[in-house]
């Protein structure tokens, strides 16, 4: 031995003690980090929740190749809820491979709520979304975790106080707007895509809203008033929706979705930027002025000067970045909620007469008048209605997160998937929204079924999550929901009936939120 110690230079005595060292320690933390989680199991009686049946047991690439082109031609989520039924109809629990990792996918009740509530401090948001996300939304509330989102979220409630919410006079331009434009495409050949016109609305509110100058992409009535910001609008709304339709992919697929150059991706980014950043800095400018901004002298329907939200926010000790990447943020639930919300609505209304019968009712007792925030909240069908809606077709079907310390979920494991489950840290969990809505256990056998009376009698809690749950609950969905049924209330004053003209199997249009696949297209009566 001390021979062969000889023959060796210092040097490489050294690297081969270092080597053993590092060998013993990473096994020594290994060993450890077992016995820890051995601890844990035994604890907690968690089981092991069944493995998908893969044919490509290593890196589960007969998912990822199916979940590619269900992307890409439909019925993604169908598929998804379908993969639940092989293990039976009370596992709501079960382990697939992702790309070579082992996730968990659940739609529990009692999981989602220890994930998004009573452990919601042990998730976070997975490293894809906002690898995904950051580039065009920055660091904003949906791409944050720990203090940072505790900062962003701090900054934006504030904005979505009832004075804000209840406001419904910039929601009725853009409303009116809306039917001046389904009206004068209706005369011209008769079928609307109202899907395809409820995210021009919404983008024009929401930048209203955000911006206190709308994009005007709806565009009535102009005559070349105002025509090149219009088209810069336009533009705007292009780049926004393909930025958003990528980064739909890049979140579900991961860096495969990047491999190769997407110049369009770059541009597209780059004008969603240019072009928020010019109200920005304006804003900017005039507060630094001492102006309060270009509507000053614009008021409200009771006298009051009209809300916007960046001048508030360039009210706040915070750069021109993190505005930007607030706004961007609230515009993308701004847009696609609430558009997403209403072409659901109206493809189902399109082909269920007696609930539009219902809601149309309803909608005649107000008399024609505009109905207030009041009224909205007290229409208890057209509630229940959207209630519907969102329960068979939740705007956000799908999420995720990442366990960022070894922890448990209360069911799931053993046969009967009523055990506890252990969670190895780094595992990421995909909790299916849609699934859990159409569970036959939870909402009865008509679970399927588009049925608003059940709203009647239920109480639902943590089986119904439209808008999420817990401290990252969205803190727009009032907004969301009152501009939906003011927008609903007044298409049923200005027509008398919906007729369906597509007969395409319905699906949904998945990005970053759900549409319906192929739009909504109608013919409109006009009353």
């Given at each position: 031995?001390?021979?062969?110690?000889?023959?060796?230079?210092?040097?490489?005595?050294?690297?081969?003690a270092?080597t053993?060292?590092y060998?013993?320690?990473?096994?020594?933390?290994?060993?450890?980090?077992?016995?820890?989680?051995?601890?844990?199991?035994?604890?907690?009686?968690?089981?092991?929740?069944?493995?998908?049946?893969?044919?490509?047991?290593i890196?589960?690439?007969?998912?990822?190749?199916?979940?590619?082109?269900?992307?890409?031609?439909?019925?993604?989520?169908?598929?998804?809820?379908?993969?639940?039924?092989?293990?039976?109809?009370?596992?709501?629990?079960?382990?697939?491979?992702?790309?070579?990792?082992?996730?968990?996918?659940?739609?529990?009740?009692?999981n989602?709520?220890?994930?998004?509530?009573?452990?919601?401090?042990?998730?976070?948001?997975?490293?894809?979304?906002?690898?995904?996300?950051?580039p065009?939304?920055?660091?904003?509330?949906?791409?944050?975790?720990?203090?940072?989102?505790?900062?962003?979220?701090?900054?934006?409630?504030?904005?979505?106080?009832?004075?804000?919410?209840?406001?419904?006079?910039?929601?009725?331009?853009?409303v009116?707007?809306?039917?001046?434009?389904?009206?004068?495409?209706?005369?011209?050949?008769?079928?609307?895509?109202?899907?395809?016109?409820?995210?021009?609305?919404?983008?024009?509110?929401?930048?209203?809203?955000?911006?206190?100058?709308?994009?005007?992409?709806?565009?009535?009535?102009?005559?070349?008033?105002?025509?090149?910001?219009?088209?810069?609008?336009?533009?705007?709304?292009?780049?926004f929706?393909?930025?958003?339709?990528?980064?739909?992919?890049?979140?579900?697929?991961?860096?495969?979705?990047?491999?190769?150059?997407?110049?369009?991706?770059?541009?597209?980014?780059?004008?969603?930027?240019?072009?928020?950043?010019?109200?920005?800095?304006?804003?900017?400018?005039?507060?630094?002025?001492?102006?309060?901004?270009?509507?000053d002298?614009?008021?409200?329907?009771?006298?009051?000067?009209?809300?916007?939200?960046?001048?508030?926010?360039?009210?706040?000790?915070?750069?021109?970045?993190?505005?930007?990447?607030?706004?961007?943020?609230?515009?993308?639930?701004?847009?696609?909620?609430?558009?997403?919300?209403?072409?659901?609505?109206?493809?189902?209304?399109?082909?269920?007469?007696?609930?539009?019968?219902?809601?149309?009712?309803?909608?005649?007792?107000?008399?024609?008048?505009?109905?207030?925030?009041?009224?909205?909240?007290?229409?208890?069908?057209?509630?229940?209605?959207?209630?519907?809606?969102?329960?068979?077709?939740?705007?956000?079907?799908?999420?995720?997160?990442?366990?960022?310390?070894?922890?448990?979920?209360?069911?799931?494991?053993?046969?009967?998937?009523?055990?506890p489950?252990?969670?190895?840290?780094?595992?990421?969990?995909?909790?299916?929204?849609?699934?859990?809505h159409?569970?036959?256990?939870?909402?009865?056998?008509?679970?399927?079924?588009?049925?608003?009376?059940?709203?009647?009698?239920?109480?639902?809690?943590?089986?119904?999550?439209?808008?999420?749950?817990?401290?990252?609950?969205?803190?727009?969905?009032?907004?969301?929901?009152?501009?939906?049924?003011?927008?609903?209330?007044?298409?049923?004053?200005?027509?008398?009936?919906?007729?369906?003209?597509?007969?395409?199997?319905?699906?949904?249009?998945?990005?970053?939120?759900?549409?319906?696949?192929?739009?909504?297209?109608?013919?409109?009566?006009?009353?």
């Amino acid at each position: 031995m001390s021979t062969l110690i000889d023959s060796h230079s210092p040097i490489t005595l050294a690297l081969l003690a270092l080597t053993s060292i590092y060998i013993i320690y990473h096994l020594t933390l290994t060993l450890i980090t077992a016995h820890r989680r051995r601890i844990i199991i035994q604890k907690h009686n968690c089981k092991p929740p069944p493995s998908y049946p893969h044919t490509d047991p290593i890196f589960g690439l007969d998912i990822f190749f199916s979940n590619a082109r269900l992307a890409r031609d439909g019925f993604f989520m169908e598929t998804v809820f379908s993969r639940y039924k092989l293990f039976g109809p009370s596992i709501y629990t079960f382990t697939q491979l992702f790309l070579g990792s082992r996730i968990i996918n659940t739609a529990s009740p009692e999981n989602i709520k220890a994930i998004l509530a009573t452990q919601f401090k042990e998730f976070e948001l997975p490293p894809r979304r906002k690898r995904a996300f950051r580039p065009t939304f920055g660091h904003g509330i949906f791409t944050t975790d720990g203090r940072e989102w505790e900062d962003s979220r701090a900054l934006l409630r504030p904005n979505f106080a009832r004075s804000q919410v209840g406001d419904l006079e910039t929601f009725e331009g853009h409303v009116g707007r809306l039917v001046e434009r389904i009206k004068g495409e209706g005369e011209r050949g008769g079928v609307v895509d109202l899907q395809r016109l409820f995210f021009m609305l919404t983008m024009d509110s929401a930048t209203e809203f955000l911006f206190g100058k709308s994009s005007d992409v709806l565009g009535v009535g102009k005559d070349g008033e105002g025509e090149e910001e219009r088209e810069r609008g336009v533009k705007f709304q292009t780049a926004f929706t393909y930025v958003t339709e990528r980064m739909g992919v890049e979140s579900r697929v991961g860096k495969l979705a990047t491999l190769f150059p997407d110049k369009r991706m770059d541009e597209s980014i780059k004008f969603v930027h240019e072009y928020i950043g010019g109200y920005i800095r304006k804003t900017i400018e005039l507060r630094k002025a001492g102006v309060g901004g270009e509507k000053d002298e614009e008021k409200g329907g009771q006298g009051k000067k009209r809300y916007v939200f960046l001048e508030e926010l360039a009210k706040q000790d915070i750069g021109e970045k993190k505005i930007q990447d607030e706004l961007l943020n609230i515009l993308l639930a701004g847009r696609d909620t609430t558009a997403g919300l209403l072409s659901y609505l109206f493809y189902v209304l399109a082909r269920r007469k007696d609930v539009f019968a219902k809601l149309k009712a309803e909608v005649d007792a107000l008399g024609g008048e505009r109905p207030s925030f009041e009224q909205l909240k007290s229409m208890k069908y057209l509630q229940y209605t959207l209630n519907e809606i969102l329960r068979l077709h939740p705007i956000v079907p799908a999420n995720s997160r990442v366990c960022v310390t070894d922890t448990t979920l209360p069911v799931g494991g053993g046969p009967d998937g009523k055990s506890p489950i252990f969670v190895k840290k780094g595992t990421q969990i995909n909790y299916q929204v849609y699934v859990m809505h159409r569970r036959k256990d939870l909402y009865g056998e008509d679970a399927d079924e588009f049925r608003p009376e059940r709203w009647e009698t239920l109480r639902p809690s943590w089986q119904y999550l439209p808008f999420n749950g817990g401290p990252r609950i969205c803190i727009g969905q009032q907004f969301a929901l009152t501009e939906a049924a003011f927008t609903t209330v007044r298409l049923l004053q200005a027509f008398k009936g919906v007729e369906a003209r597509d007969d395409a199997p319905f699906t949904d249009f998945l990005t970053l939120t759900a549409a319906v696949r192929g739009g909504v297209k109608v013919v409109m009566i006009p009353a």
